[in-house]
């Protein structure tokens, strides 16, 4: 039976969020989620890669990897599709936005090596999704990779002003905040879960 894209889409914002119940993307996840209007960024960052990247890795992989037999290839040909999408876009916010592009910094490129993005990819591949099936996914996920962002970095910024016990300060707490959210997400997966 396959599973309609909408559900997909839902799914993988909430039910099976890349981030909080596979744990891809964490990197930037912890350390750019000090500051909403960084975190807002990044998120905005990683949807844009997320969604066009699985389209051409879609397309890359069944137009060009399966007809040519090529498939042991997938991992680099999909990183290197990453890579350079991830070199336009940071093109473009550099000429037209260089505040995000300033307040990014160095997590902007290390989205080439966000693990999520890639394994966003895999998954549409190992799951055999259609093209309309692989957006939704590469969409759901990156919304929800975003909303996770959103949601740690306000939790954040409420913290700064909150006496937080000496040794839970810094990352001690931001592991248990992210902890709690991934129980919260995951409590919803009576919802619909995709596999």
């Keep these: 039976m396959e599973i309609n894209a909408f559900v997909i889409f839902f799914a993988a914002i909430f039910t099976s ?9 964490m990197c930037s996840f912890l350390s750019v ?12 960052a990683v ?7 699985t389209a051409i890795n879609y397309a890359v992989y069944y137009l ?8 042991y290839l997938q991992y680099i040909i999909f ?11 940071e093109m473009i916010l550099e000429r037209f936005s260089p505040v995000l592009y300033y307040t990014l910094g160095i997590f902007l490129p290390l989205i080439t090596v966000n693990c999520a993005i890639l394994g966003v990819s895999l998954f549409m ?3 055999q999704y259609s093209f309309l099936q692989s957006i939704a996914y590469g969409a759901g996920s990156g919304l929800g990779w ?5 949601a740690l970095a306000g939790i ?9 016990p000496t040794g839970l300060q810094g990352a001690g707490i931001t592991l248990i905040i992210t902890g709690i959210m991934s129980l919260a997400f995951i409590g919803f997966s009576g919802i619909a879960v995709i596999q």
Aim: glycine share 4%.
């Design 17 to 25: 969020n890349i981030l909080l119940t596979n744990f891809l993307g």
């Design 33 to 44: 989620s000090r500051e909403v209007e960084s975190a807002f960024g990044l998120g905005l």
């Design 47 to 53: 949807l844009f890669v997320m969604i066009f990247t």
């Design 64 to 71: 060009i990897l399966v007809p040519f037999d090529i498939i």
């Design 79 to 89: 990183i290197i599709v990453i890579a350079a999408f991830v070199q336009l876009t």
């Design 125 to 127: 591949v190992i799951r």
């Design 146 to 150: 975003l909303l996770a962002i959103m």
């Design 156 to 164: 954040r910024q409420r913290l700064k002003i909150k006496q937080v």
